[in-house]
Each structure stands twice: as structure tokens, then as C-alpha cells.
Nanobody
């Protein structure tokens, strides 16, 4: 099972950008699909984006499409989430997740999770 560590969160203003990173270890990262989820206070965990092991196919939640970009570099055992044009409603803790299966929008399908990184967007 792969271990994941997120980084790159912070406090930014509306319209700013951030790049989140997810560093993997402990298993063959290139065999895993990767997804980003987020959770705001008092809300459930929400799917943000996913990417297949090859990096060719990606999927996004409608709320972030055209603003966020998921990518990966299997040579560095890392995945990334570029967040552009951030909005206050993007404020949440962002989690990286990995699955040996094909990508899914359900958190239940992912067995490996990082500890999360906080993104706070002020208006």
C-alpha cells in the first residue's frame, strides 16, 4: 500500500493560485490511480479531481473544472493539483488519495490517504 504526504496549502486571496503536491512512497506509485478530495468544516469529503496511472485521462468536479488541473510525474512518485482563480468556497482541507483500481469519484474506493493540506481563501 502506498503512503501519501500532501503539501503546498496556505492562506491566499480570491483569484490567487496554489500548487498542491502529493508525495508517494512504499509501493509502485505508477500502478495507482490518484485523486484529490476536499473537506470543508461541517461538510462531507468532496471529490475534486482524479487521474489514471498513465496520466492520460483526468476527471474533474464541475465546481473546479477549468480552474484546477491535476497532473502526475511517476518518475518523481508525485501528483499535483494546480489551483487557479481560487474562490472563498474553495476553502477546505485537501486530501490526496490513491487506488489500485480505475479512478472513482467516491472516497470509499480509495484505501490510501494522506493527512491533508489546508487551503484557505479570503475574499
Amino acid at each position: 500500500q502506498v503512503q501519501l504526504v500532501e503539501s503546498g496549502g496556505g492562506l491566499v486571496q480570491a483569484g490567487d493560485s496554489l500548487r498542491l503536491s502529493c508525495a508517494a512512497s512504499g509501493s509502485t506509485f505508477s500502478s495507482y490511480s490518484v485523486a484529490w478530495f476536499r473537506q470543508a468544516p461541517g461538510k462531507g469529503r468532496e471529490f475534486v479531481a482524479s487521474i489514471r496511472w498513465s496520466g492520460i485521462r483526468t476527471d474533474y468536479a464541475d465546481s473546479v473544472k477549468d480552474r484546477f488541473t491535476i497532473s502526475r510525474d511517476n518518475t518523481k512518485n508525485s501528483a499535483y493539483l494546480q489551483l487557479n482563480n481560487l474562490k472563498p468556497e474553495d476553502t477546505a482541507r485537501y486530501y490526496c488519495a490513491a487506488s489500485i483500481r480505475a479512478p472513482s469519484t467516491s472516497a470509499l474506493d480509495y484505501r490510501s490517504w494522506g493527512q491533508g493540506t489546508q487551503v484557505t481563501v479570503s475574499s
